[in-house]
């Protein structure tokens, strides 16, 4: 793997690549060492390593970063790389730059938070300040993929580090230095070995990076929904709210048990801020349902009314009406999906070809009934629920689904009954249980929320719309709790849950990790049509027992073993020899001459020991899945 690096400073980071790579710890080598700081330390220790190296300013006063970033183009064209290490390096890339085929997906980056916490300069100061104020308990490095999105790119890997309460600084910035070196070697081997510049760890494929969560698809027809603490308002990130993604899908799974009666959903289960779903195809259409005018951003009615419109979304409204006020019947307002919601009339919705007229006619019915049973379910809680948006998806049989959430703090508005007649008439606020709190302050402190640079929220307040999360909780009738945590890496469950949920599965052993590139393909292949497996590396030869007990482990289900061995397979033949269930083959080889030399050890098994030898990663998964009759 080549590697070109991108420092700003001492370079400590790049000296750990460097030394990763001399102890054969690393498999790799660096072509490219350059910087935008001509008194960076990390050119002196390219140079003494006789690494290549350049240094290239940027005249911000005079230059665009565009140009800039073109003459980084220019330079790179000259080097042969796999990936670019962003190790302390001070300068944002532009989205010209990392979407140019050159670096397109082969940017990296090592940044001192985990993913979803702290963006930008100075995460070790403000994560310290952070946990002084009670607001967070640990903090974390992570490597990820660079994207436009400051900080935000597609994850390769991160690891916790904690906080304690003799910290002082200096203690806390040691250990976080500690370790990023560490997981810089350990991501780079990551990308080295597993080739996994387009899956996540696990073989996760994001899908889609939100607002306020990540979507990856996990094979099985179904997809995993990690709720982010990120607060979302007027189309950007404004916050971090503690807890907050483990409080919606707490939310999320009261009310979509409570509603299945009225549509059939596409949860699965859920952990902490994991939820598993069945894949859809979504509809591109927020159905937002309102049963009172209020709201105060672009796309809120309020905000349309008191500008002088009186047709929202098709719908006339009368004069007269003030904010807060329940209108006569609930309505549909729908809004399209993207990076910024835009109001649409049912009649553009059709005519746009989003939904068809019997799927819209549908989707509305339902949204109006979930409405007003969340409605008369909040009435119960002493609650109003003020508006809501809904999201909707066809499964793989064509079914329309409620999807997305329902009825959280964050897709819905609530407030509070009992005070709501009482301040509506002396023109007061309502008593808001919702993320207004933080909301309102952006707005009040900033001209313009949508494309100002945005002041920092205080820790007030971002509690205050915690406790009160927590508040509308316990209100819905859920086991009581003072606190939610957030589970920042959900492979485990993701893992425990597919392990658990099949009956029938494949049981894949490799004889060496080398063959893991080969191991990736027929797992995939056996993705696409729909089959678990679960992958052990033991060698026949030097971990016999190792193999026996994998074989005994897994003995008593509907399994299909697949062996993956090559030269001398006795892999696949003790295999056979101690398991009355079906046994494949599938050697990798590097070539047709590797092949003719090393087939005979995968075919020429003694008698009854049954093995069926498949060359063909898509053939194993095609033969497994008739055996189960899928």
């Given at each position: 793997?080549?590697?070109v690096?991108?420092?700003?400073?001492q370079?400590?980071?790049?000296?750990?690549?460097?030394?990763?790579?001399?102890?054969?710890?690393?498999?790799?080598?660096?072509?490219?060492?350059?910087?935008?700081?001509?008194?960076?330390?990390?050119?002196?220790?390219?140079?003494?390593?006789?690494?290549?190296?350049?240094?290239?300013?940027?005249?911000?006063?005079?230059?665009?970063?565009?140009?800039?970033?073109?003459?980084?183009?220019?330079?790179?064209?000259?080097?042969?790389?796999d990936?670019?290490?962003?190790?302390?390096?001070?300068?944002?890339?532009?989205?010209?730059?990392?979407?140019?085929?050159?670096?397109?997906?082969?940017?990296?980056?090592?940044?001192?938070?985990?993913?979803?916490?702290?963006?930008?300069?100075?995460?070790?100061?403000?994560?310290?300040?952070?946990?002084?104020?009670?607001?967070?308990?640990?903090?974390?490095?992570?490597?990820?993929?660079?994207?436009?999105?400051?900080?935000?790119?597609?994850?390769?890997?991160?690891?916790?580090?904690?906080?304690?309460?003799?910290?002082?600084?200096?203690?806390?910035?040691?250990?976080?230095?500690?370790?990023?070196?560490?997981?810089?070697?350990?991501?780079?081997?990551?990308?080295?070995?597993?080739?996994?510049?387009?899956?996540?760890?696990?073989?996760?494929?994001?899908?889609?990076?939100?607002?306020?969560?990540?979507?990856?698809?996990?094979?099985?027809?179904?997809?995993?929904?990690?709720?982010?603490?990120?607060?979302?308002?007027f189309?950007?990130?404004?916050?971090?709210?503690?807890?907050?993604?483990?409080?919606?899908?707490?939310?999320?799974?009261?009310?979509?048990?409570?509603?299945?009666?009225?549509?059939d959903?596409?949860?699965?289960?859920?952990?902490?801020?994991?939820?598993?779903?069945?894949?859809?195809?979504?509809?591109?259409?927020?159905?937002v349902?309102?049963?009172?005018?209020?709201?105060?951003?672009?796309?809120?009615?309020?905000?349309?009314?008191?500008?002088?419109?009186?047709?929202?979304?098709?719908?006339?409204?009368?004069?007269?009406?003030?904010?807060?006020?329940?209108?006569k019947t609930?309505?549909?307002?729908?809004?399209?999906?993207?990076?910024?919601d835009?109001?649409i009339?049912?009649?553009?919705?059709?005519?746009?070809?989003l939904?068809?007229?019997?799927?819209?006619?549908?989707?509305?019915?339902?949204?109006?009934?979930?409405?007003?049973?969340?409605?008369?379910?909040?009435?119960?809680?002493?609650?109003?629920?003020?508006?809501?948006?809904?999201?909707?998806?066809?499964?793989?049989?064509?079914?329309?689904?409620?999807?997305?959430?329902?009825?959280?703090?964050?897709?819905?508005?609530?407030?509070?009954?009992d005070?709501?007649?009482?301040?509506?008439?002396?023109?007061?606020?309502?008593?808001?249980?919702?993320?207004?709190?933080?909301?309102?302050?952006?707005?009040?402190?900033?001209?313009d929320?949508?494309?100002?640079?945005?002041?920092?929220?205080?820790?007030?307040?971002?509690?205050?719309v915690?406790?009160?999360?927590?508040?509308?909780?316990?209100?819905?009738?859920?086991?009581?709790?003072?606190?939610?945590?957030?589970?920042?890496?959900?492979?485990?469950?993701?893992?425990?849950?597919?392990?658990?949920?099949?009956?029938?599965?494949?049981?894949?052993?490799?004889?060496?990790?080398?063959?893991?590139?080969?191991?990736?393909?027929?797992?995939?292949?056996?993705?696409?049509?729909?089959?678990?497996?679960?992958?052990?590396?033991?060698?026949?030869?030097?971990?016999?027992?190792s193999?026996?007990?994998?074989?005994?482990?897994?003995?008593?289900?509907?399994?299909?073993?697949?062996?993956?061995?090559?030269?001398?397979?006795?892999?696949?033949g003790?295999?056979?020899?101690?398991?009355?269930?079906?046994?494949?083959?599938?050697?990798?080889?590097?070539?047709?001459?590797?092949?003719?030399?090393?087939i005979?050890?995968?075919?020429?098994?003694?008698?009854?020991v049954?093995?069926?030898?498949?060359l063909?990663?898509?053939?194993?998964?095609?033969?497994?899945?008739?055996?189960?009759?899928?």
């Amino acid at each position: 793997m080549n590697l070109v690096v991108f420092a700003s400073g001492q370079g400590t980071n790049f000296q750990a690549i460097l030394n990763a790579i001399d102890s054969d710890i690393l498999d790799a080598s660096i072509s490219l060492v350059l910087s935008n700081n001509k008194d960076a330390n990390v050119l002196n220790r390219a140079r003494a390593n006789d690494i290549q190296t350049t240094y290239l300013e940027w005249d911000k006063h005079n230059e665009e970063r565009s140009d800039y970033d073109n003459k980084l183009l220019k330079i790179l064209k000259h080097h042969k790389f796999d990936y670019i290490v962003c190790a302390g390096w001070m300068h944002i890339l532009s989205d010209e730059f990392l979407q140019n085929p050159l670096v397109r997906n082969k940017v990296i980056n090592l940044h001192p938070a985990l993913y979803g916490g702290f963006i930008g300069t100075n995460c070790i100061e403000r994560a310290y300040e952070a946990f002084q104020n009670n607001y967070i308990t640990y903090s974390g490095v992570m490597v990820h993929y660079v994207s436009s999105e400051l900080d935000r790119g597609e994850l390769i890997m991160q690891v916790k580090v904690n906080m304690y309460l003799t910290d002082t600084l200096y203690d806390f910035e040691k250990r976080m230095h500690k370790a990023e070196k560490g997981l810089l070697v350990s991501a780079l081997n990551r990308l080295s070995y597993d080739k996994l510049n387009t899956f996540l760890p696990n073989n996760k494929k994001l899908i889609k990076r939100g607002k306020v969560r990540d979507c990856y698809d996990i094979g099985y027809n179904m997809i995993a929904f990690v709720h982010s603490d990120r607060q979302s308002a007027f189309d950007r990130d404004i916050c971090q709210i503690p807890g907050k993604g483990h409080i919606l899908t707490a939310m999320n799974d009261f009310w979509m048990n409570k509603a299945s009666h009225i549509i059939d959903n596409h949860l699965v289960c859920s952990q902490n801020n994991v939820v598993i779903a069945k894949r859809c195809e979504m509809l591109p259409v927020e159905v937002v349902v309102r049963g009172y005018i209020t709201g105060s951003t672009q796309t809120s009615l309020w905000t349309h009314y008191k500008n002088g419109s009186r047709n929202y979304c098709g719908i006339e409204f009368p004069d007269g009406l003030v904010k807060n006020q329940r209108l006569k019947t609930n309505v549909i307002t729908p809004t399209t999906k993207g990076i910024v919601d835009e109001p649409i009339t049912s009649n553009d919705i059709v005519q746009r070809g989003l939904m068809t007229q019997s799927q819209m006619d549908y989707v509305f019915e339902k949204a109006l009934d979930l409405f007003r049973f969340g409605q008369l379910e909040a009435e119960k809680m002493g609650l109003i629920l003020v508006d809501t948006k809904y999201e909707f998806g066809l499964d793989k049989s064509g079914n329309i689904l409620l999807a997305d959430e329902l009825h959280t703090c964050d897709s819905s508005r609530y407030w509070m009954r009992d005070t709501y007649e009482e301040r509506f008439s002396q023109g007061l606020e309502p008593e808001k249980m919702d993320k207004d709190v933080v909301r309102d302050y952006i707005k009040k402190n900033c001209d313009d929320p949508y494309k100002s640079i945005l002041p920092t929220v205080p820790v007030e307040h971002i509690n205050r719309v915690k406790d009160s999360y927590i508040k509308l909780y316990n209100m819905f009738g859920g086991n009581p709790v003072t606190s939610f945590y957030s589970l920042k890496d959900p492979d485990n469950f993701i893992s425990e849950y597919l392990s658990n949920d099949y009956d029938e599965f494949v049981v894949l052993i490799a004889g060496s990790t080398s063959d893991k590139e080969w191991v990736c393909k027929i797992q995939e292949s056996l993705k696409r049509e729909g089959i678990y497996c679960k992958i052990h590396y033991s060698s026949a030869h030097k971990q016999t027992m190792s193999v026996l007990n994998i074989i005994r482990e897994n003995e008593p289900k509907k399994v299909v073993f697949v062996t993956v061995a090559g030269r001398s397979n006795a892999l696949s033949g003790v295999v056979a020899a101690n398991t009355h269930r079906p046994v494949i083959a599938c050697p990798p080889f590097k070539d047709k001459m590797d092949m003719m030399v090393n087939i005979n050890s995968s075919i020429q098994c003694p008698s009854k020991v049954p093995v069926m030898t498949i060359l063909e990663p898509g053939n194993v998964a095609l033969s497994v899945s008739r055996m189960f009759n899928l």
